[in-house]
């Protein structure tokens, strides 16, 4: 047995120091990113966040409404070969470039995947999101190698880890993007079940580390419960941030609004918890525990509210630090260590 002494950071444990700027307005900051690759050949240019590949959360209407802001979908897996090939159509290629397929690492899911792609038309299948719960199996790195293989041209985005040697092996077998996080989901109970996990912004900041070192990037994925953690992740390294809870609850969530004392509802749920296993795989595997659980999130209408507090959050943390662009956010920022439980008073 080992300790690592060092305290490792969440969001909640630091804030970000302004500077002094010559930027004079929100406006003059540019938060869309061009991005090249390590091994897929496109450049891509987007406000890089992603909805997270959750059922009510990674859903076709969510794409839609992403699309005129240049943000990011990992679709469900729960789509159907037909339903995704006639989305994909649909969006044509242009705003098929926003858009992930996502495979998990079973052989059947490597088959729909090959049947999809010979399905639909060519150059819609641009971006493959390759998750687990935990990557850091050999067949998982054996699993990106093989995708790799048969779609070189893919933007490849795989994880979920936390640390920088396993983010060197994904890259190396053929990832471009490494997502980031086991543990801090606001709808996971990895760390509650099983006592594994890592503090999320030292996990960005050590991974991106990694990462960039070899021309990988990384995407900061869960635990950004307000827009101020998402600034966090960027300013902490992650090219990338992917997030369900800020996107569900919305009509693009495409789930069922629940009417309690006198409030509108919806559901909220991990992909292991009880009721994604029981909506998707007729229930949880008698040997396997839930690590995922349910929550109901109030109704809050049309996604695109959300997505102007985004881009003006983001925004306005460039003015305070003095950077033109959203790739300058990390270089410009000094994190400073706060005291966590005084830091949750003034989030209340
Ligand atoms: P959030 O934005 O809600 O904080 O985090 C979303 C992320 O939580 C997802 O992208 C995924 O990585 C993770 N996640 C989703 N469902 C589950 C689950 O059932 N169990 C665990 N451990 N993590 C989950």
Not at 62 to 82: E, G, N, Q, T, W
Not at 177 to 199: D, E, F, H, N, Q
Not at 246 to 272: A, L, P, R
Not at 322 to 330: D, I, N, S, V, W
């Amino acid at each position: 047995m080992r300790i690592i002494e060092d305290v490792k950071l969440d969001y909640k444990d630091v804030l970000i120091c302004p500077k002094r700027s010559t930027l004079r307005s929100r406006k003059d900051t540019d938060i869309v990113r061009e991005f090249k690759f390590k091994h897929c050949k496109r450049i891509l240019k987007s406000f890089p966040i992603v909805a997270a590949n959750m059922d009510g959360v990674g859903t076709f209407s969510m794409a839609r409404a992403f699309f005129p802001f240049k943000m990011m979908v990992a679709l469900h897996k729960y789509y159907s070969i037909d339903e995704l090939k006639k989305f994909f159509e649909e969006i044509g290629e242009k705003n098929a470039q926003y858009v992930f397929y996502t495979t998990g690492i079973a052989d059947e899911d490597f088959e729909k995947m090959e049947k999809f792609s010979k399905k639909v038309k060519k150059g819609l299948l641009q971006n493959i999101c390759i998750d687990v719960a935990n990557g850091y199996t050999e067949r998982f790195a054996d699993y990106v190698k093989r995708v790799r293989e048969k779609f070189p041209e893919a933007l490849i985005m795989a994880g979920n880890v936390v640390t920088g040697e396993m983010v060197e092996q994904l890259i190396l077998s053929g990832a471009d993007i490494v997502k980031i996080g086991i543990g801090p989901g606001s709808a996971c109970l990895t760390r509650r079940m099983t006592g594994v996990g890592y503090p999320q912004l030292s996990a960005v900041i050590e991974c991106a580390d990694a990462a960039h070192g070899m021309g990988g990037r990384i995407c900061a994925d869960g635990g950004c419960e307000y827009v101020g953690d998402v600034v966090k992740a960027i300013a902490g390294g992650a090219d990338f941030v992917m997030s369900g809870s800020m996107f569900t609850g919305h009509d693009e969530s495409e789930q069922e609004i629940i009417h309690k004392d006198g409030k509108e509802y919806m559901k909220y749920f991990g992909s292991s918890s009880d009721e994604a296993m029981k909506r998707h795989y007729g229930g949880t595997k008698k040997y396997k525990t839930s690590e995922g659980r349910e929550i109901e999130v109030l109704y809050r209408g049309a996604v695109e509210g959300r997505i102007q507090e985004l881009e003006g959050g983001l925004r306005s943390a460039c003015t305070y630090v003095g950077a033109e662009k959203l790739k300058e956010l990390t270089k410009k920022t000094t994190f400073i260590k706060v005291n966590r439980q005084l830091n949750q008073l003034w989030e209340k």
